[in-house]
């Protein structure tokens, strides 16, 4: 009899069966796949040497978790490479723009819109950490610090749009559109300013760093302090039925509502499985790894010392690249994320040799081919980058779901991360990690804070079971 199984071993499931673990409660994680990790895997796609991110690449989340942060990672083997420049944005046109970590750096390289930008991402930056535990929550009637919460409500539940109109250069504009991207929503919805000033901030305070060796580091290095607390892990289980598991006091699913669905239909409140019947699941993603003979032949200097590079040029294009996806079409120039960790970690390829990582968005369950404009999109800001290339690995929307069965559609976020989801996904307001009436919880990136490597959801969900079955308020 466990106290708590664990369906997925993602950094959400590794974050709840670790903070129930920390409470020495007997917990056991069911993986399907033959390792931990989720969206967190590195393996060799391309060619023997050359180390691929899968998913997530770059987490200035991850380093920003108030949960991930309390624990000892780093004893796991976990270490953190900080590029120079957390992100670059080439334009056409003009020097590319970039966020530094120094805020009076990037104030400075703002230029005209230097002094705007200070006044919009300042104030955010000095209280930072009293907002992260807020913004890294469940919707709270109540949150630690109501002033500074609201004073970031403000600005945040404006559109990327609506945010963007105070900057006067193409520069600031453009760079603001990369980082709202980052929502995989049409710019002129509600709270997509979020998501932008979020990561922001993140670039003056923790960084945009990545893990040497991988992003599968982080999962590894979880896993390895979860058994340390007594914690087992079986990987090659997939679950099916929640009849197939051993007795225990409580389930989480580290799993989407399409999912718990599958696996446990029969078995919850009529009510609650129709909203998750109901649950929204958002844009996915097409995603490309290269094995490149040398670095990115980048045409902006700036580039070169980037960890993150965005392209698609202007506001304008970025903008009409999310509204397409959003209606279904698949833009000729899509917004596209770049990150070339082998620049600044030499495990990554064979010595001399470099890897490139990029992903574009594209409609939920398309089969489309999007190599082709991605590759151009880097071709237009790094003339020369088809030469570089020795070896090349895609993933459509089909095969993400194959290979993570998250992925419902592409959708990397666990769910449309729209107003309308933000706080209430899967199904409810309040303690929404719960299945009301049974012993289930839901621990993924399907519950808030949503989508991205922090383990802040798995957290929260094994918080409210030690509330409401375990007695222990912590
Ligand atoms: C291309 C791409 C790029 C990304 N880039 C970034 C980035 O740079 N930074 C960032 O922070 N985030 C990024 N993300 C998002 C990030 O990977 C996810 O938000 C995060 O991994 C979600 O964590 P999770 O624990 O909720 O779920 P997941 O990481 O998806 O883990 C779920 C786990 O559950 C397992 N599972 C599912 N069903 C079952 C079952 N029935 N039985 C047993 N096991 C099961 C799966 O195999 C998987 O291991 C990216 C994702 C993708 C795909």
Redesign the pocket.
Known sequence: MHDAII?????????AAIHLARQDLSVAV????AT??????TRELTLPGFKH??????????KASPFLQSLPLEEYGLEWIHPEVPVAHPLDDQPAGALFHCLEQTVAHLEEDGETYRRSIGPLIHSWKQLLPDILAPFSLTPGHPFTMARFGLQALRSAEGFTRRFDTSKARALFAGLAGHGILPFDKPATAAIGLVLGVAAHTVGWP?PKRG?HEI?KAMAGYLESLGGTIYTG????SVEQLPASQTVF???TPK?IL??AGDTLPQDYARKLRRFNYGCG?Y?MDWALSEPIPWSDELCHKAG?VHLGGTYGEIAASEQATARGQHPDRPYV?V?QQSLFDDSRAPSGKHTC?A?CHVPNGSEADMSEPILQQIERFAPGFRDCIIGQHS?NTVD?QAY????IG?D???GKQDLSQMFTRPAGLFDPYHIPNTQFYI????TPP??????M??YHAARSALDRQFQKTL
């Not at 069911?30 to 796949?33: K, P």
């Not at 993570?404 to 992925?407: C, G, L, Q, V």
């Open positions: 369906i997925g071993s993602g950094p959400n499931g590794l974050a069911y993986e399907a796949e931990v990790g989720g969206g967190t895997r991110d899968l998913c997530s690449a770059i987490h200035p989340m991850a990545y992003s999962t289980h997939p679950v099916t699913f580290n799993t999912q599958d696996i993603v995603k993150t994320l990150a990582w992903y993933m993400l993570n069965s998250n992925y592409g990397i976020n666990g621990c993924s990136s399907s949503g989508g991205g490597v922090h383990g959801c798995g």
